[in-house]
């Protein structure tokens, strides 16, 4: 396999890891959803820390992006 | 992977370009006024006509006033609630950095380039912009912390109730996941900024080319790919103020640290 094509596939590999990290995301917003609406009372009080999981589930995503670039633009 | 004639080139939005004073030179070191220092200073005047325009301290505020000082009010409520009485000395830190973010990040959103030769930058798609935020947070952390606790600080890296053998490899863990902070700070804004901006622009590449090749691809694909792009750019307006909050938040978060230990 030419060494071109090699980085374009693995730049499409890295797709998945983003892929993984919206269900991570999807599971962090439906499950705070889930429960805020058994205990609206609590929900608001709980924001900062939905916030501070989803910003480490969207995180991994964005790394799998930026391997993307990395194979694709640099390496 | 350069742009071939006619076609949108996803990567060039992001070309830093001198716009005066491409020979000026400091030890070496180029400082020439470019399109992201003027975007920069758009932010920042911006940014200074919106808080003054709200600081006329009336009885009854106007509309103007009610905004600057809910966006005050926020930041004011997000640091009690995270790090509590000692947290309103950085109000004005915490608010520069999360109005300087989110202004960034809207301003790229701004359909500026309908004027001919004007084209909007989004400087904080860029590693190195978010890398000195993101340093300037951690740098206030650590200060905050020696200056606090002095050497004690580093019990940070130890929770407690840990057993005597796990410490050695705990601290070295906590180590490293602190001193990755401000890599993860930065790399998070500066990537969900920049996808997103190039997600937008290999669309209109979608849109343009489909209109050019004839009827039949303009109805299949140009058209969905235009009203796709509207719907991104309504999340990309979402996109930009959730990570100036995140920035925000960690900050706070890790400012706590420094302040309470654990």
Known sequence: MEAEAAKLIGAGLAAIGAGMAAIGVGNVFGSFLESALRNPGAADGQQGRLFIGFAAAELLGLLAFVVAMILIFVA | MAAEEGKVDPMKQFQIEPLFGSSWDIAGFNIAFTNSALWMAITVVLLWVFVYGGMKRELVPGRWQMAVESATGFIDDMLEANIGKEGRKYVPYVFSLFMFILFANLLGLMPVGIIPGVHAFTFTSHFTVTGVLAVMSFSIVLIVGFWKHGIKFFTLFVPHGTPLPMIPAIFLIELFSFMIRPFSLALRLFVAMMAGHVLLKVLSSFV?????????????????SFALMIAISALEILVAGIQAYVFALLTSLYINDAEHLH
């Open chain 2, 208 to 224: 343009i080319d489909g209109f050019n090749y004839g009827a039949m691809t303009s109805l299949i694909v140009a058209v969905p």
